[in-house]
Antibody
Framework: EVQLVESGGDLIQPGGSLRLSCAGS????????MSWVRQAPGKGLEWVSL???????YYADSVKGRFTISRDNSKNTLYLQMNSLRAEDTAVYYC????????????WGQGTLVTVSS | SSELTQPPSVSVSPGQTARITCSGD??????AYWYQQKPGQAPVVVIY???ERPSGIPERFSGSSSGTTVTLTISGVQAEDEADYYC???????????FGGGTKLTVL
């Protein structure tokens, strides 16, 4: 059974850093595209970042230069390093298996809450 | 980057047909996907590649595409279908993903 479990969300002060983790099971994270998607309180979904199977990375303009997506193949885990955090980064962050051109974001984690506030 | 535009809300009575539209310039060249999200839950894909339905999704959910607009149709709406619905696609380069603003479906 495919599962994604996020962790690492926390209350953090503006300007701080945080690393989110997304542990996969039932499939190999490095063998598929993976994305991070966030949802601010009471707002819609916003795509944040994508990692290709080959290691290529892409970011939404709103986080480019501040966030870094990576993965550890030995741990079957995807990460999102978030630096220079702002109040507007407050959101639930989801990781999702990204099968665009096929079944879309077909598996999602339960989400982890990041709150940026002083 | 590309944008997708959805109506903020749609209301229907039980048993009626709900149609939710999504417009975007890249849609003629990129597949569209639809997600259902209920409060406190992660989204679930209900339509992929414009009009394909994943296993386990009721037959009353269908998708269609025409030019720059895609449509999610829910026939015979049930109370359990009340949720937020998001369309999603990619930009013209198929690199960046984009979501519509979401449509709140209310079952009267």
């Amino acid at each position: 059974e495919v599962q994604l479990v996020e962790s690492g969300g926390d209350l953090i002060q503006p300007g701080g850093s945080l690393r989110l983790s997304c542990a996969g099971s039932g499939f190999t994270v490095s063998s598929t595209f993976m994305s991070w998607v966030r949802q601010a309180p009471g707002k819609g979904l916003e795509w944040v970042s994508l990692m290709h199977t080959g290691g290529g990375t892409y970011y939404a303009d709103s986080v480019k230069g501040r966030f870094t997506i990576s993965r550890d193949n030995s741990k079957n885990t995807l990460y999102l390093q978030m630096n220079s955090l702002r109040a507007e980064d407050t959101a639930v962050y989801y990781c999702a298996r990204d099968r665009m051109g096929a079944t879309g974001f077909d598996y999602w984690g339960q989400g982890t809450l990041v709150t940026v506030s002083s | 980057s590309s944008e997708l535009t959805q109506p903020p809300s749609v209301s229907v009575s039980p048993g009626q047909t709900a149609r939710i539209t999504c417009s975007g310039d890249a849609l003629p060249n990129q597949y569209a996907y639809w997600y259902q999200q209920k409060p406190g839950q992660a989204p679930v894909v209900v339509i992929y590649k414009d009009n394909e339905r994943p296993s386990g999704i009721p037959e009353r959910f269908s998708g269609s595409s025409s030019g720059t607009t895609v449509t999610l149709t829910i026939s015979g709406v049930q109370a359990e279908d009340e949720a937020d619905y998001y369309c999603q696609s990619a930009d013209s380069s198929a690199t960046f993903r984009v979501f519509g603003g979401g449509t709140k479906l209310t079952v009267l």
